[in-house]
C-alpha cells in the first residue's frame, strides 16, 4: 500500500527542546516535501526536496531544517522550538514532476509551550 | 508566500443541497487540483485539471479549469453527510511540484 508515514503524531514539547519529525514514503518517489497548516492559512511549504542530497526552501522555511540523505526518508529538525511553530505538519512526496501524484502524511501535532 | 484566494471559508448546508466553491489567483496556474482533508487526515486528491476550460467530475463532484487559468471552481451535487471536511484547491504554476494551497472551505452537511 502506497503510504507517506510521520511519527510522532502528537507532541507536546517545550521552547528550546530540539525535536526531529520523521517521514518515510515507499513509493520511491524522487520529490518530498513539509507543509504546515494554521487556521485561516492553508497549507505552506516549509522546505522540499527534489531528490536525495537536494533540498531547497519552501514559503516559511524560518526555524526549520531538513535532510535528504536517503531517497525514502525526509525528517524535519526543529533545532530550537518556539511556540509559534505550534502546527499541524504534513510529509508529502510525489513523482518528480508530478504535482498530481503527490500523496500527504496523516499528519503530526506539534505544540511548543 | 502566495496564496489563492478560496471562497466561501465555510458552508453550512443540509443534505441533498448542491454545494460550490471557488479559487482565484492572481498568476497563471498550469495544473489545477482540488484536495478534501478530513479530519485526522492528511489531504486527499479529488479531481486534477490540466488545461484552461477543462470539466472534470468525480461522482458527485465537477471542477473546472477556468478559461483565464487563474481560477477553478468545484461543484459537489446532493451533498451527503460524509461530504463533511475541509476543501483546499492547489495550484502548480511552473515545472517544479510545488503547490499553492488555498485557505480551505469548511464544509458541514446536516443530515
Known amino acids: 500500500e502506497a503510504q507517506v508515514t510521520q511519527n510522532p503524531r502528537y507532541l507536546i514539547t517545550v521552547t528550546g527542546k530540539k525535536l526531529t519529525v520523521t517521514c518515510s514514503q515507499n513509493?520511491?518517489?524522487?520529490?518530498m516535501s513539509w507543509y504546515r497548516q494554521d487556521p485561516g492559512l492553508g497549507l505552506r511549504q516549509i522546505y522540499y526536496?527534489?531528490?536525495?542530497?537536494?533540498?531547497d526552501k519552501g514559503d516559511v522555511p524560518e526555524g526549520y531544517k531538513v535532510s535528504r540523505k536517503e531517497k525514502r526518508n525526509f525528517p524535519l529538525i526543529l533545532e530550537s522550538p518556539s511556540p509559534n511553530q505550534t502546527s499541524l505538519y504534513f510529509c508529502?512526496?510525489?513523482?518528480?514532476?508530478?504535482?498530481?501524484?503527490?500523496?500527504f502524511g496523516e499528519g503530526s501535532w506539534l505544540t511548543v509551550v | 508566500g502566495q496564496q489563492l484566494n478560496q471562497s466561501p471559508q465555510s458552508m453550512f448546508i443540509q443534505e441533498g443541497e448542491d454545494v460550490s466553491m471557488n479559487c482565484t489567483s492572481s498568476?497563471?496556474?498550469?495544473?489545477w487540483l482540488w484536495y478534501k482533508q478530513e479530519p485526522g487526515e492528511g489531504p486527499v486528491l479529488l479531481i486534477a485539471?490540466?488545461?484552461?476550460?477543462e470539466l472534470t467530475s468525480n461522482g458527485r463532484l465537477t471542477a473546472q479549469f477556468g478559461i483565464t487559468r487563474k481560477d477553478s471552481f468545484l461543484n459537489i451535487s446532493a451533498s451527503i453527510p460524509s461530504d463533511v471536511g475541509i476543501y483546499f484547491c492547489?495550484?502548480?504554476?511552473?515545472?517544479?511540484?510545488?503547490?499553492?494551497f488555498g485557505t480551505g472551505t469548511l464544509l458541514a452537511v446536516q443530515p
Open positions: 526536496s527534489m531528490n536525495v542530497e537536494v533540498t
Open positions: 485539471l490540466y488545461k484552461a476550460g
Open positions: 513509493m520511491n518517489h524522487e520529490y
Open positions: 492547489a495550484g502548480n504554476g511552473g515545472a517544479t511540484n510545488k503547490l499553492i
Open positions: 498568476s497563471i496556474f498550469n495544473t
Open positions: 508529502a512526496s510525489s513523482r518528480a514532476h508530478s504535482s498530481d501524484t503527490i500523496y
